[in-house]
């Protein structure tokens, strides 16, 4: 039926068919905007748990449609708008995050928290 796909997001769904490509899509951005983001420790930990084997796929799925928003080059809000750029991103990772917090556990966190510290060196991308 054609009104199934009414809602359809194709590039998100691409990306989050492909993991490697959010991979180092994610760190390309986030290397050039990291100092931008208020909730870089809370995307990252995202991250971190999108990837784990542990996360349980419908979590994964979630999280990785969430960072594929912050990926994309184009979404509601652009992103180089000054305050405002990143506000979208960072409603659309709040709300995923609220669904599936029970799942981000403080490993996650902890290494985000590093990957900060250590300012996202390029170890991080592995």
């Known amino acids: 039926m054609a009104t199934d796909h009414i809602f359809h997001f194709d590039p998100a769904d691409r990306l989050v068919k492909n993991p490697e490509r959010v991979r180092k ?3 390309a951005k986030m290397k050039r905007v990291a ?3 208020p909730f ?3 995307l990252l930990a995202a991250y971190y748990c999108a990837f784990d084997r542990q996360t349980p796929r419908h979590v994964q799925v979630a999280l990785l449609g969430a960072i594929a928003y912050f990926i994309l080059p184009f979404d509601f809000t652009p992103d180089m708008l ?3 750029g990143f506000t979208d991103d960072a409603a659309v990772l709040a709300a995923t995050i609220r669904m599936v917090a029970g799942h981000i556990r403080s490993d996650h966190r902890e290494a985000a928290r590093a990957a900060l510290r250590r300012g996202l060196a390029p170890n991080d991308a592995a």
Do not use: H, K, R, T
Request: hydrophobic share 60%.
């Open 82 to 84: 000054p305050v405002l």
């Open 40 to 42: 870089a420790e809370d």
């Open 25 to 27: 899509s994610f760190w």
């Open 35 to 37: 100092a931008q983001l």
